[in-house]
């Protein structure tokens, strides 16, 4: 799923040049902990702390302190090759009894940079805990993965031209694509990964010193504290899963899943958009549906030049206004956003909001952290496909692609016109990659943990309810759900009964009874 983002536009950064040659992505096995006397030795890893200092940067806040710690690149062979991952956190300020953790979702959501510009969120939990964000390996400025113009050529493979008339072409820069985002990725990417990311949660709980994991994820971020407490059911503490990812459907499905979705979701904004005057696509909804399709098609026909080199396509388009949904507060920007795009052929609002576009190599800096200014801009789309495809065992053969196709493209532009095409490409982008690993549809399940929170909204336009009610039963006894009757992706930051809740069980360990819910009435307006 997509990133469970702070409300602020995403700032565009300047990316650096060079980088190293990567090759496959994770494999299926699960190699044991040291600690347990059957795998390689962890200790060293284990027993670090964090040295913790004022985080630089011109927007960062002056309460925020920002660390790193160490892991394995391989947990199977950890003498060979280490990396480094960015932490940040808010200090506790009153009885501390450790710390949560939290993970934002995408995947790709760098958690330092979502922690300073969203953090007002988080301050009622800093009565007893530090909390504390990190940029997942592959992400942000822990040696962030990138496709260069990847995937560029992968959007364009998937237009209608080149899926209609010449599909085998379309194989062909698939591969491309997925050559460029070794090319540009450097080490890392063999072994990205949810099933490695979880792994690394544990040596952070330890480096932060605390004997159990607390944790707060969104979205992809329930499928991450899901695979944790598979592989470390004794290491968790006050787990809360909000915005529920789905732990066994195919990327295929999840696509349609979240096209259907966000196409309601761009419904209700061209409805809202509409009523105000200032709507650059005028006042009849209808028609304002129509316009946005159009506008989408003539950007990726003619796309806007840009201060960064590359055009401004419509894809690049589809990509800012998925991010901008998640939040009815952003609405009003994307309006004033479009209107600059539409009557000025100026991209630098959307742009604020758009993941994609792509990037120059980054500097790889042998597993170390990199400058802020350094990390590609296409980092957040190139880490959720190297993610998801790392996750997912799926990858059928190029006959099967091509047979399939035409019914692909159909399935996808029928649940969404404006999305269609853009899901299509992020499911299409694994041809060429190593089958990832099947951990997580045949393993998390079952879990033999303290009770954990999962939060489901009902009108959430990237993780339908449903996956909440499947996740939680698969979860088994451990899973308590708390049904969430608003809108929008994820509860906590849009409703005041969510976040109290929430908050009350991380704080004080008391849990809402079973089959409790909040009304429409609590969310914010």
């Not at 995947?107 to 940079?113: F, L």
């Not at 009523?275 to 989408?296: S, T, Y």
């Not at 190599?361 to 790392?390: K, Q, S, Y």
């Amino acid at each position: 799923m997509l990133a469970k983002l702070s409300t602020r536009p995403a700032v565009v950064r300047r990316c650096a040049a060079t980088g190293a040659t990567a090759l496959a992505l994770v494999g299926a096995g699960l190699p044991a902990v040291a600690s347990d006397g059957t795998g390689p030795d962890l200790t060293r890893f284990y027993r670090q702390k964090v040295a913790w200092s004022t985080c630089k940067g011109e927007d960062m806040p002056k309460d925020l302190q920002c660390g790193k710690v160490t892991v394995p690149l391989d947990y199977g062979r950890p003498s060979s090759g280490t990396l480094d991952l960015a932490l940040a956190r808010y200090r506790s300020t009153g009885d501390r009894r450790g710390s949560v953790v939290l993970n934002f979702g995408g995947p790709g959501a760098p958690g330092v940079s979502e922690l300073a510009a969203g953090g007002d969120d988080f301050m009622g939990l800093t009565n007893n805990y530090d909390v504390v964000s990190f940029d997942p390996r592959g992400v942000g400025r822990s040696s962030p993965v990138s496709c260069g113009d990847g995937t560029s050529d992968a959007s364009s493979a998937t237009d209608e031209t080149t899926a209609t008339t010449d599909p085998r072409a379309l194989l062909t820069q698939l591969k491309a694509a997925a050559d460029a985002c070794a090319k540009h990725s450097g080490p890392v990417l063999p072994h990205i990964g949810t099933v490695n990311s979880a792994r690394d949660m544990d040596v952070i709980r330890a480096a932060l010193g605390d004997k159990k994991l607390n944790y707060l994820g969104f979205s992809y971020g329930t499928r991450l504290g899901a695979v944790y407490a598979a592989q470390f059911p004794k290491k968790v503490g006050r787990f809360v899963l909000d915005g529920v990812d789905t732990l066994t459907e195919s990327m295929a499905e999840q696509g349609v899943a979240g096209a259907q979705g966000q196409q309601t979701a761009l419904d209700d904004f061209v409805d809202w958009c509409t009523e105000d005057i200032a709507c650059p696509f005028g006042q009849d909804a209808r028609d304002a549906r129509e316009q946005v399709v159009h506008l989408i098609h003539s950007l990726d026909r003619d796309p806007v030049p840009t201060d960064f080199g590359q055009g401004f396509t419509g894809q690049d388009l589809v990509g800012a206004i998925s991010q901008a949904l998640y939040s009815k507060q952003l609405w009003p920007s994307l309006e004033r956003a479009i209107a600059e795009l539409v009557e000025d052929g100026d991209t630098r609002g959307v742009m604020g909001f758009a993941t994609g576009g792509a990037g120059l190599p980054v500097r790889h800096r042998n597993g170390g952290l990199v400058d802020e200014n350094d990390v590609p801009l296409d980092n957040l789309p190139a880490a959720l496909m190297a993610i998801n495809c790392a996750d997912d065992p799926d990858r059928p053969s190029a006959d099967r692609i091509v047979g399939e196709l035409g019914k692909l493209r159909a399935e996808y532009e029928q649940a969404s016109p404006v999305f269609g095409r853009y899901r299509l490409t992020q499911l299409l982008m694994c041809y060429g990659r190593p089958k990832g690993t099947d951990y997580i549809r045949k393993d998390v399940r079952d879990v033999h943990t303290p009770k954990m929170l999962l939060v489901g909204t009902r009108g959430d336009p990237a993780t339908p309810y449903r996956w909440t009610v499947e996740t939680a039963q698969r979860l088994g006894s451990s899973a308590v759900v708390l049904d969430n009757k608003g809108e929008g992706h994820t509860g906590y930051a849009s409703s005041k009964c969510v976040h109290g809740k929430v908050d009350t069980f991380l704080l004080y360990g008391t849990l809402p009874p079973t089959g409790s819910s909040c009304g429409p009435q609590e969310q914010d307006q």
